[in-house]
């Protein structure tokens, strides 16, 4: 500013001076003179900022004559400094909405009437939202489950909502909506359709075991109360001890089973030893054959030289499963066919059946312990009901993997895959 | 979730009541005819009676809605889109309680099929795509009407004719069994009058879609095959 000032006093002085000594309109117009160089130069000054004010994006190239520079370098600045401090905002919260979106919960922001403010992307797979077209939407109006409409309008939200929705496939969600900030609601959505499956299964699992296990030990006890009690002949004696011999056979194999299972589960990774396929299999079918005697028709299609690495004991309990269950549920007159294939992508072992074949919604539940499709059907065929969950594990401590397709009435094909870094070819 | 604001604001409220209302009503049908599929295929017989009462909460619904188109007609005199929306809610509503009534048939006639001792699946796998499919119209409606989208309305009119065609395959199939095997007659008969309860779902779906273009577009496409071109 000094500057300026000093600038405006030293024209006035001098054209004073000229003026007073010289002549007076001399003075006059070195004093207009003067004056209007510096308004011209402040003119000029005024006239860049005005230019470098309606700019978009922030200019740097502004410079101005003496103070000017100075205040329009501490505009540039404090310009600066501001649309940094929004981008770092800006960028703080995108990062949070691709956290929010990144969750494995969804997440609903609603207002006061339970309209959708907000949801990340997987609020929007569950519930089948679509934020763009959604947001401002009661929520209610797409999620209509009369469930859902009752636990919005019942106004106490301590305990999560679990909802069974199928809206592309069947889901358990666990729905808990919580109030934040002024009169805003977070509806927070999990998915527990794996936890209540695993729930369910362990509950079968105890009711099963028992049950299995009570219905032979039933009929042992009846029979020795009966003998205890009552004079029977000695034919009676003998069929009685017969029925009691047969029913200790079943819980034998039951508690054979379980401990198998266990044994599986708790041993260390099998060591690789070769097995002979191609004995194994021919093995398998006389199994076949003894145990169908003469009911079946049994096809051996073997195609491809080669054997397998792994445990030959849990093989041969896993393929005989297979085989056993192939025979047990086909009726006589069926077919049975065991396919050996080695192919670059790994080898397979299938048994193809004419039997009773299995409905496809008891196909995923098939390896659990105990699961029955049928509970009268498998136990008169003598199943313990263990044996596709020893073979799954069996399978599986050999990367294989068990592959059912199935038609109810025409037959099943229970498929052990196993990949190539297991079999060896000569 | 009209665009534009009315001067009356409850008005607005009751115009969103309103269709609140229907759609709550959508949800109770859609919960009905996933129920009873669900007892066709799992044989829960026990819970047929559940969807026989529940049948009853729609209706009520249906006269509860139709009190409030008459009631905003009478007292509010909606103009253009609110006359469309008020108009086309109450055609909508017969077509909803009436496929609420359809999914209740359906749960009586897995009970006769069950009662008798039949398992219905062993002869009609395709009931329960069928039934698949008629959700998905059901539920596509509603979407449709709850986000005023003409475009997935149209696409629900589209898919009524797989529903048919789905349907004719499960007549066929059913026709199949019965000449094989004479004994299959009743039950074939009242899982064809299940596949049928579900096709005329698929239909009802298809009018409510008709509706919503109706409101949407200010357009009456019914009887009008080209008009979804």
């Known amino acids: ?426 | 979730m009209n665009e534009t604001q009315h001067i009356s604001s409850i008005f607005d409220e009751e115009l969103n009541r309103l269709r609140t209302h229907v759609l709550q009503m959508g949800g109770l049908v859609e919960t009905q005819l996933t129920a009873a599929i669900d007892a066709y295929s799992n044989g829960d017989v026990g819970h047929v009676k559940h969807i026989v009462d529940n049948d009853r909460k729609i209706n009520e619904l249906e006269v509860t809605i139709d009190d409030e188109c008459a009631h905003i007609i009478a007292m509010r005199q909606p103009t253009a889109s609110d006359l469309r929306l008020v108009l086309g809610i109450s055609r909508m509503v017969p077509d909803l309680e009436r496929a609420g009534d359809e999914a209740k048939k359906i749960a009586k006639g897995v009970r006769r099929i069950y009662d008798n001792g039949h398992m219905p699946s062993q002869y009609a796998v395709g009931v329960r795509h069928l039934a698949g499919e008629a959700l998905v119209m059901v539920r596509q409606s509603l979407d449709s009407f709850a986000r005023l989208d003409g475009e997935l309305a149209k696409s629900v009119i589209r898919a009524d004719d797989n529903v048919d065609a789905e349907f004719k395959s499960v007549m066929r199939q059913l026709i199949t069994h019965m000449m094989e095997d004479p004994r299959t007659i009743t039950v074939a008969i009242d899982i064809l009058s299940i596949a049928r309860a579900i096709e005329r779902i698929g239909d009802h779906a298809k009018n409510i879609a008709e509706h919503v273009i109706f409101i949407v577009e200010g357009r009456d496409i019914r009887h009008n095959k080209e008009a979804i071109k």
């Open chain 1, 1 to 426: 500013m000094q500057r300026a000032l000093l600038y405006g006093l030293l024209t006035v002085i001098v054209s004073f001076l000229l003026g007073w000594y010289v002549e007076t309109w001399m003075g006059w117009v070195l004093f207009y003179t003067g004056l209007s160089i510096h308004l011209s130069m402040h003119y000029r000054n005024f006239s860049r900022l005005e230019r470098w004010s309606r700019e978009r994006v922030l200019d740097a190239s502004l410079e101005g004559d003496g103070e000017w520079d100075q205040v329009f370098r501490r505009l540039y600045r404090h310009e600066k400094e501001l649309l940094e401090k929004i981008e770092q905002r800006e960028r703080d919260i995108a990062r949070l909405i691709a956290a929010v979106h990144a969750m494995n919960d969804g997440i609903v922001l609603l207002d006061g009437a339970f309209r959708i403010q907000f949801c990340n992307k997987t609020a929007e797979r569950q519930l089948g939202l679509a934020t763009a077209s959604d947001r401002g939407q009661a929520i209610g109006n797409i999620v209509r489950a009369p469930a859902f409409m009752a636990y919005l309008e019942k106004a106490d939200y301590t305990r999560p909502l679990t909802l069974r929705l199928d809206r592309y496939f069947e889901r358990v969600l666990s729905l808990y909506l919580m109030s934040y900030a002024e009169d805003c609601w977070l509806l927070q959505v999990k998915d527990i359709t794996q936890t209540d499956r695993l729930d369910s299964m362990r509950r079968d699992f105890v009711a099963n075991v028992s049950h299995e296990l009570r219905t032979p030990l039933t009929v042992l006890s009846g029979f020795v109360e009966t003998l205890q009690e009552i004079e029977v002949d000695e034919d009676t004696r003998r069929h009685y001890l017969q029925l009691m011999g047969e029913q200790s056979q079943r819980m034998q194999s039951i508690v054979q089973d379980l401990l198998t299972l266990s044994s599986i589960e708790s041993a260390p990774p099998p060591e690789d030893q070769l097995v002979d396929m191609a004995s194994l299999v021919d093995k398998l079918r006389r199994d076949a054959e003894a145990l169908s005697a003469g009911r079946h028709h049994i096809v051996l299609d073997s195609e491809g030289q080669g054997d397998l690495l792994g445990a030959e004991s849990e093989l041969v309990s896993a393929l005989a499963n297979l085989v056993a269950n192939a025979v047990r549920y086909t009726p006589a007159g069926g077919t049975i066919t065991l396919i050996w294939r080695i192919s670059p992508e790994g080898a397979e072992f299938a048994v193809q059946d004419t039997g009773i074949g299995i409905d496809a919604k008891h196909i995923p539940r098939l390896t659990e312990r105990f699961y029955r499709v049928d509970r009268g059907r498998s136990r008169d065929a003598g199943g313990t009901g263990l044996g596709l969950a020893i073979v799954k594990h069996a399978l599986s401590r050999h990367q294989a993997t068990l592959e059912v397709s199935s038609e109810p009435g025409k037959g099943s094909r229970f498929a052990a895959c196993f990949p190539a870094s297991r079999v060896r070819c000569e």
